[in-house]
């Protein structure tokens, strides 16, 4: 059972333009929200996060919008960089419970900017 | 060291082997996550420490997998028997604490485990 779906695999986009990365989440207890980002051969890197009683984060080029009646964020990244090029995966973190430190991820989105 | 690192970074190894993968997380981070990603796939929860207690396990796959953390510390993550499927980027994670803002997760590079 997924939890946590980025229905998209891959994204490309142009240089200067919006990128936007899409996640969806079934379980209703996600209280707090997170992007990373990951290079071939290296670990995820936190880029930008929300907690569920905020709609929008924003820092710098990256905003992250949360819909909690639709179960749906997303992230934009404005302008889009080649060196954004990465895959980006959202991840969701349970509120309650024995499970409060674990992140679910999703599949993961390859973003690729052209320039 | 800045950031949280892993070792070894690549392993390979037969079937039926035990292996120990090992995570030194960044100084003060009091959480301790292991993940696995297997090929084509996402990250994977494994188990996470608070401390040295696991109050989370499970998400480890089977009896063969293990994993401690002493002195709040380092932590190894040991996979006895090892199965061809059990071939995936090993990550681990750490964060200030549990919850909230705290929970901004960083990752160390990964093991790459290849079970032969």
């Known amino acids: 059972d997924q939890q946590v779906k980025q229905n998209s695999p891959s994204l490309s986009v142009q240089e200067g333009r919006i990128s936007i990365l899409n996640c969806d989440y079934t379980?209703?207890?996600?209280?707090?929200f997170l992007w990373y980002k990951k290079y071939p051969a290296e670990g995820p890197t936190f880029l930008i996060s929300?907690?569920?009683?905020?709609d929008k984060n924003e820092d710098g080029r990256f905003t992250v919008f949360l819909n909690k009646s639709a179960k749906h964020l997303s992230l934009h990244i404005v302008p889009s960089q080649p060196g954004d090029s990465a895959v980006y995966f959202c991840?969701?973190?349970?509120?309650?419970?024995?499970?409060?430190?674990?992140?679910?991820f999703g599949q993961g989105t390859i973003l690729t900017v052209h320039p | 060291g800045a950031g949280v690192s892993q070792s070894p970074s690549n392993k390979v190894t037969e079937k039926g082997k035990d292996v120990e993968l090992r995570c030194d997380p960044i100084?003060?981070?009091?959480?301790l996550y292991w993940y696995r990603q297997s090929l084509g796939q996402g990250l994977e929860f494994l188990i996470y420490?608070?401390?040295?207690?696991?109050?989370?396990k499970s998400g480890l796959p089977s009896d063969r997998f293990s994993a401690e953390r002493t002195g709040g510390s380092v932590s190894t993550l040991t996979i006895q028997r090892t199965q061809q499927e059990d071939s995936a980027v090993y990550l681990c994670?750490?964060?200030?604490?549990?919850?909230?803002?705290?929970?901004?997760?960083?990752f160390g590079p990964g093991t790459r485990l290849t079970v032969l």
């Open positions: 420490f608070q401390g040295n207690s696991a109050p989370d």
């Open positions: 929300i907690s569920s009683i905020k």
């Open positions: 100084s003060g981070h009091t959480a």
């Open positions: 991840a969701a973190l349970n509120a309650g419970g024995t499970s409060y430190g674990k992140l679910t």
């Open positions: 379980n209703s207890m996600f209280d707090y």
């Open positions: 994670a750490s964060s200030l604490a549990v919850g909230g803002s705290y929970n901004e997760q960083f």
